[in-house]
Structure formats: C-alpha cells, structure tokens
C-alpha cells in the first residue's frame, strides 16, 4: 500500500532538487565566479555597459528571451573567450546566477 505514494514522492523530490531549481548556494557559489571571472569583461548589472564597448552585461543577456540556463552553461563550458572551459558544476553555478538576473 505505502509503495504506491512512496515512489512518485521520491521522484519529486529528485526533481525539485535537479537542475530546474538551483539551491541558494549555488546562486552564491555562481555569483562568485561571475564577480571574479566574468566580470574581467562583463558588467553584471543589466543597466550597466559592458567593461569594453561590445560586451553585453551578463543582465542583459539573461534578459534575452533566448538565453536559457543550458545556453548559458553550454556557452562557458566551452571554449568562451581565451578558454574558460568551465567544469560542469561551476558553469551550473554561474548559469544559475546569470538567469537570476533577469527580470521576470
Ligand atoms: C576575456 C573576456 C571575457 C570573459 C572573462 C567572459 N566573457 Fe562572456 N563575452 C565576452 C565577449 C567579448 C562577448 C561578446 C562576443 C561573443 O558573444 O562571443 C561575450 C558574450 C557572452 C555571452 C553572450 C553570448 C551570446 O550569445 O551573445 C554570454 C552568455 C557570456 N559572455 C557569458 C559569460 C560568463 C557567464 C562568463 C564567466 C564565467 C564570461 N562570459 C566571461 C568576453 C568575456
């Protein structure tokens, strides 16, 4: 009898703690990186123009409506600029802060 509700709350519970809702410290894990990696070319603040003209803020690339957190990761996983190749949980992190930034 208890099997019949046990699994489906398993399954809940792996989802919501999957990527498609980021914990708190991967946010801050996230916007650390940004600060001290990104922010050598990037302004983060969406109003902000980029540290060089030509560079989005990281804002308002999250604002973009086709800037999604896998897009964001894809991006700095690879070879983004002089070699980020970010590992996966890093590129998580800062993926997550980059989508936090947006608006709506
Ligand atoms: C060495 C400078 C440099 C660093 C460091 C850097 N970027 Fe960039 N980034 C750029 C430039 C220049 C562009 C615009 C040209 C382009 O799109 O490749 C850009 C564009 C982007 C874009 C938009 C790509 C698009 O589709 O238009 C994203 C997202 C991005 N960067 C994320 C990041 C993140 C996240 C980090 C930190 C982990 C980072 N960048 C670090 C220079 C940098």
Same mark, same amino acid.
């Given at each position: 009898m208890?099997r019949?509700?046990?699994?489906? /709350? /398993?399954?809940?519970? !792996?989802?919501?703690?999957?990527?498609?809702? =980021?914990?708190?410290?991967?946010?801050?894990?996230?916007?650390? !990186?940004?600060?001290?990696?990104?922010?050598?070319? #990037?302004? !983060?603040?969406?109003? $902000? =123009? %980029?540290?060089?003209?030509?560079? =989005?803020?990281? %804002?308002?690339? /999250?604002?973009?409506? /086709?800037?999604?957190?896998?897009?964001?990761?894809?991006?700095?996983?690879?070879? #983004?600029?002089?070699? !980020?190749?970010? =590992?996966?949980?890093?590129?998580?992190?800062?993926?997550?802060?980059?989508m936090?930034? $947006?608006?709506?």
């Amino acid at each position: 009898m208890a099997r019949s509700w046990c699994l489906p /709350a /398993a399954l809940a519970t !792996l989802l919501l703690s999957g990527p498609a809702a =980021p914990a708190a410290d991967d946010m801050a894990a996230g916007q650390k !990186l940004a600060q001290s990696v990104c922010a050598q070319c #990037h302004a !983060l603040a969406r109003a $902000r =123009p %980029g540290a060089e003209a030509g560079i =989005p803020s990281l %804002g308002a690339v /999250a604002e973009r409506p /086709a800037t999604t957190r896998q897009s964001v990761m894809t991006l700095v996983q690879g070879p #983004h600029m002089s070699g !980020l190749n970010l =590992p996966a949980d890093k590129a998580a992190d800062v993926a997550a802060y980059v989508m936090s930034l $947006r608006s709506k």
